[in-house]
């Protein structure tokens, strides 16, 4: 059997990773429509070996479309996801508009894909934050077998989770450093080339930021509502990958031994631990990959029963693209979906 699927945002990075994953995964699609603002109208974009013309999100009608992967922002998100779930489709969305949302399931299929099955009833299902996604693909196998009590994490996010213009902005600013051009910062409230920001989204009352709280609370959702999380995020001068350095205290003892055993057999990792020089997972070698790279995994002496490990994906693919389409790939596997048509 195939699908009628819609992506929203086409032209967008993660837009355009959705279409690449769906074809590298010969998804069973029986027709794919690629949709954008009016602005985006006629452009060109790849599906497979295809060209796709993106065609107005305004004025599409979603009858007789089965599912729909949204990637345009929580504003619009907001606006189309429960109209196009009222046509029939079943929306996978990649905002942080609905995460929280009780009636929404906020979905790592590695992690929780059990979930699904306890229903979708406004016809959603969340994406989680690209960071908080390869986290608890990380945390499943140790959280299962010792039962994580806290966690202290700090990310080290490329521009590209922040969208195209602010690729252009390092790139525009790396360029500007070489031939002492002037460079003013748009995207960034300071100049990200050759340098790193302690910011990642709009300050809270609490001192933290938003894309802090959302993995604290997403972490919560995902795996397990009594764990701890604090979080600093950082945006660093990479294009590609996000990375992640996480310090684990657990309710159980575990070695790290263990630990690697564990995460060498779970499913969706790779792990790179060698102790020696060269011998970790870095962004330039999870670029275009859809695994989550784990390394240095090591004891941490703090805490009584404590780990630290680096962790390491493409934050277009597993943190967004991929997990959406490995959720489409669930609902119809346990059979969660029929055809609209």
Same mark, same amino acid.
């Given at each position: 059997?195939?699908?009628?699927?819609?992506?929203?945002?086409?032209? $967008?990075?993660?837009?355009?990773?959705? %279409?690449?994953? %769906?074809?590298?995964?010969?998804?069973?699609?029986?027709?794919?429509?690629?949709? /954008?603002?009016?602005?985006?109208?006629?452009? !060109? *974009?790849?599906?497979?070996?295809?060209?796709?013309?993106?065609?107005?999100? !305004?004025?599409?009608?979603?009858?007789?479309?089965?599912?729909?992967?949204?990637?345009?922002?929580?504003?619009?998100?907001?606006?189309? +996801?429960?109209?196009?779930?009222?046509?029939?489709?079943?929306?996978?969305?990649? +905002?942080? @508009?609905?995460?929280?949302?009780?009636?929404?399931? %906020?979905? *790592?299929?590695?992690?929780?894909?059990?979930?699904?099955? @306890?229903?979708?009833?406004? $016809?959603?299902?969340?994406?989680?934050?690209? +960071?908080?996604?390869?986290?608890?693909?990380?945390?499943?196998?140790?959280?299962?077998?010792?039962?994580?009590?806290?966690?202290?994490?700090?990310?080290?996010?490329?521009?590209?989770?922040?969208?195209?213009?602010?690729? !252009? =902005?390092?790139?525009?600013?790396?360029?500007?450093?070489?031939?002492?051009?002037?460079?003013?910062?748009?995207?960034?409230?300071?100049?990200?080339?050759?340098?790193?920001?302690?910011?990642?989204?709009?300050?809270?009352? +609490?001192?933290?930021?938003?894309?802090?709280?959302?993995?604290?609370? =997403? *972490?919560?959702?995902?795996?397990?509502?009594?764990?701890?999380?604090?979080?600093?995020?950082?945006?660093?001068?990479?294009?590609?990958?996000?990375?992640?350095?996480?310090?684990?205290?657990?309710?159980?003892?575990?070695?790290?031994?263990?630990?690697?055993?564990?995460?060498?057999?779970?499913?969706? %990792?790779?792990?790179?631990?060698? @102790?020696?020089?060269?011998?970790?997972?870095?962004?330039?070698?999870?670029?275009?990959?859809?695994?989550?790279?784990?390394?240095?995994?090591?004891? !941490?002496?703090? *805490?009584?029963?404590?780990?630290?490990?680096?962790?390491?994906?493409?934050?277009?693919?597993? $943190?967004?693209?991929?997990?959406?389409?490995?959720?489409?790939?669930?609902?119809?596997?346990?059979?969660?979906?029929?055809?609209? /048509?």
């Amino acid at each position: 059997m195939s699908y009628k699927v819609a992506i929203v945002g086409a032209t $967008g990075n993660v837009g355009r990773e959705m %279409l690449n994953v %769906l074809a590298e995964r010969a998804f069973p699609a029986s027709e794919v429509v690629a949709l /954008a603002s009016t602005r985006s109208v006629g452009i !060109d *974009v790849s599906f497979g070996d295809r060209t796709l013309k993106v065609k107005a999100l !305004d004025y599409y009608d979603f009858k007789g479309t089965d599912i729909v992967l949204m990637s345009a922002g929580g504003a619009i998100s907001k606006e189309w +996801s429960p109209k196009i779930a009222e046509a029939g489709a079943i929306v996978i969305d990649n +905002s942080s @508009q609905w995460r929280m949302d009780r009636q929404v399931p %906020l979905i *790592v299929p590695e992690v929780n894909v059990e979930a699904l099955n @306890q229903g979708f009833p406004k $016809g959603i299902i969340a994406n989680p934050n690209c +960071s908080t996604a390869q986290l608890v693909v990380a945390l499943k196998p140790l959280h299962d077998e010792a039962k994580i009590k806290r966690l202290v994490v700090a990310t080290y996010q490329s521009v590209s989770g922040t969208g195209k213009a602010a690729m !252009d =902005e390092l790139f525009t600013q790396t360029r500007a450093v070489f031939v002492a051009d002037p460079m003013e910062p748009k995207i960034y409230p300071k100049r990200i080339a050759f340098n790193v920001i302690p910011q990642g989204g709009s300050f809270l009352d +609490s001192g933290y930021t938003t894309e802090e709280w959302k993995m604290m609370v =997403e *972490v919560q959702k995902i795996l397990d509502p009594d764990i701890q999380t604090t979080c600093t995020v950082v945006r660093v001068p990479v294009f590609i990958g996000h990375s992640e350095a996480v310090h684990i205290e657990f309710e159980r003892p575990i070695t790290a031994a263990k630990a690697r055993s564990l995460l060498r057999e779970a499913p969706g %990792l790779l792990l790179v631990d060698k @102790q020696e020089d060269g011998g970790y997972a870095t962004p330039i070698e999870c670029a275009g990959e859809d695994a989550v790279y784990v390394s240095r995994v090591r004891k !941490d002496p703090t *805490v009584e029963n404590g780990l630290a490990l680096w962790v390491v994906a493409d934050n277009l693919r597993k $943190g967004a693209a991929t997990n959406a389409v490995q959720i489409a790939e669930c609902l119809i596997n346990r059979k969660l979906i029929r055809r609209a /048509a």
